[in-house]
């Protein structure tokens, strides 16, 4: 687990603001994602990565941005187009771009909209 | 594409009691099903997974079935502890996917 950073844990975000989370990982692993938690739900796919410079859209990807320029690093960004954005953000990464593989979680982001 | 239900969604058993949680899957090219425990506010952790060659794994008390003709498969927690109190979610993952889908999760709660 030590292997995936999140930062930060607690963001706060004013109306119309972009904010940018950021997920680090030491794994050597070519897959990363982004999912979305809301409070009694489940874990809804936002972006996924399978390797550097390629990302592919989830379920829930409108009003998000992502990017892939290195292996360790896969940032997200919530843009004001994102209506509502308060949730638990995980960021998790697998040895390679395949859902057979075991994926393993960062401690989170929480967001929250003032 | 795939859908995993996870069925129910709260669950409260008394300390030393079993726990069953159940999943159904729609794609039949699934192949691979892990479970994640996670507490309160902190991130998902594997606790265990099964692939569609084998029925039934088994690690200390989880336990892990799937029938792969019914497409569903459960987790069973024997000795029920406080510290197995959690959310614990299933998910499903096939060759060719790229990404895992997951059930919406079980509140297991264990009364001491």
């Known amino acids: 687990d030590g292997g995936i950073t999140q930062s930060p844990k607690y963001l706060f975000r004013k109306e119309g603001q972009n904010v940018t989370l950021s997920c680090e990982q030491n794994l050597n692993h070519d897959a990363m994602y982004w999912y979305r938690q809301d409070p009694g739900q489940g874990l809804r796919l936002i972006y996924y990565s399978q390797i550097v410079n390629d990302f592919q859209k989830g379920d829930i990807a409108e009003g998000y941005s992502v990017s892939r320029e290195k292996k360790e690093s896969f940032p997200l960004t919530v843009t004001s187009a994102q209506k509502n954005p308060t949730a638990f953000y995980l960021c998790a990464s697998s040895i390679s771009g395949g859902s057979t593989d075991t994926q393993y979680f960062g401690p989170g982001t929480r967001l929250t909209v003032l | 594409g795939e859908n995993v239900e996870q069925h129910p969604s709260t669950l409260s058993v008394q300390e030393g009691d079993s726990a069953v949680i159940k999943c159904t899957y729609s794609?039949?090219?699934?192949?691979?099903f892990p479970w994640y425990k996670q507490e309160l506010g902190k991130r998902p952790q594997l606790i265990i997974d099964?692939?569609?060659?084998?029925g039934e794994k088994k690690d200390q008390r989880i336990a892990v079935t799937l029938n792969k003709t019914a497409k569903h498969f459960s987790l069973h927690i024997t000795e029920t502890q406080p510290e197995d109190s959690a959310v614990y979610f299933c998910?499903?993952?096939?060759?060719?996917?790229?990404?895992?889908?997951f059930g919406s999760g079980t509140r297991l709660q264990v009364q001491p």
């Open positions: 794609d039949s090219a699934s192949n691979y």
């Open positions: 998910a499903g993952g096939g060759t060719g996917r790229r990404a895992l889908t």
């Open positions: 099964i692939r569609s060659n084998v």
